[in-house]
């Protein structure tokens, strides 16, 4: 009953192996450090034609990607983890609400980060602008998320859920901490508590430790 995660350290697939992590279910994980070139993004080619990580295998065989499917998936595989509010459950809404935001109004942008060519073409003006704007979009969108949102212990209040473990890694991503705790001086207290997490010390030393 072992899941198999196509992912990188620091990469999306980071959130998902937390979430596996605390869950306790066996995963191994085939490295493809996606954003180093075609011969990384090969690897994944054949569970996710994107090309792109996180792609989780489940134990029955099924492909999933996207990482807000993954986490919202895993958490309804494993409800005894309680890594989210149930359906019915007052913060539900809200639950799903920054589980779509995250992906679709952040993590894109690194698409077009992680390879400016994409949208500059080879003008190395239109390039810099683009790694220039698409971070103070970036922090944009975490303040307004910030303004939105009013956490208590965590995100949503007094439990843990996979929307932390996912602010949690995706804030690490530029334009990182430094910029994230001035625009989310609310969501601050919650990723340093994610960071701390006892049962996760291990893994963020080997998965995304600070500095990289
Ligand atoms: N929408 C996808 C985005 C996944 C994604 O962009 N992954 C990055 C690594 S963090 C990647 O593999 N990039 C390679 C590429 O886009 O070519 C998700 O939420 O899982």
């Given at each position: 009953?072992?899941?198999?995660?196509?992912?990188?350290?620091?990469s999306?697939?980071?959130?998902?192996e937390?979430?596996?992590?605390?869950?306790?279910?066996?995963?191994?994980?085939?490295?493809?450090?996606?954003?180093?070139?075609?011969?990384?993004r090969?690897k994944?080619?054949p569970?996710?034609?994107m090309?792109?990580?996180?792609?989780?295998?489940?134990?029955?065989?099924?492909?999933?990607t996207?990482?807000?499917?993954?986490?919202?998936?895993?958490?309804e595989?494993h409800?005894?983890?309680?890594?989210?509010?149930?359906p019915?459950?007052?913060r539900?809404a809200q639950?799903?609400?920054?589980m779509?935001?995250?992906p679709a109004s952040i993590?894109?942008m690194?698409?077009v980060?992680?390879?400016?060519s994409?949208?500059?073409?080879?003008d190395p003006?239109?390039?810099?602008?683009?790694?220039?704007?698409?971070?103070?979009?970036?922090?944009?969108?975490?303040g307004m998320?910030?303004r939105q949102?009013t956490?208590?212990?965590?995100?949503?209040g007094?439990?843990?859920?996979v929307?932390?473990?996912?602010?949690?890694?995706?804030?690490?991503?530029?334009?990182?901490r430094?910029?994230f705790?001035?625009?989310?001086?609310g969501?601050?207290?919650?990723?340093?508590r994610?960071?701390?997490?006892?049962?996760?010390?291990?893994?963020?030393?080997?998965?995304?430790p600070?500095g990289?």
């Amino acid at each position: 009953m072992t899941y198999t995660v196509y992912g990188a350290a620091g990469s999306g697939s980071v959130p998902v192996e937390a979430a596996l992590t605390l869950i306790g279910a066996p995963y191994e994980v085939i490295e493809a450090v996606t954003w180093e070139g075609d011969s990384e993004r090969d690897k994944v080619a054949p569970v996710n034609p994107m090309r792109q990580v996180p792609a989780l295998v489940t134990p029955g065989g099924e492909t999933i990607t996207e990482s807000a499917a993954i986490l919202l998936w895993l958490t309804e595989q494993h409800p005894e983890a309680a890594l989210a509010p149930p359906p019915g459950d007052p913060r539900r809404a809200q639950f799903l609400r920054w589980m779509s935001f995250i992906p679709a109004s952040i993590y894109s942008m690194f698409w077009v980060r992680d390879v400016p060519s994409r949208l500059g073409g080879d003008d190395p003006a239109a390039q810099a602008r683009i790694e220039a704007l698409t971070l103070d979009r970036i922090a944009d969108c975490w303040g307004m998320m910030d303004r939105q949102i009013t956490p208590g212990r965590w995100l949503l209040g007094d439990t843990l859920t996979v929307l932390d473990l996912y602010v949690a890694v995706v804030s690490r991503w530029r334009p990182r901490r430094d910029r994230f705790h001035e625009v989310a001086p609310g969501m601050t207290p919650v990723v340093k508590r994610v960071d701390a997490l006892p049962e996760l010390q291990a893994f963020w030393a080997e998965r995304f430790p600070f500095g990289d």
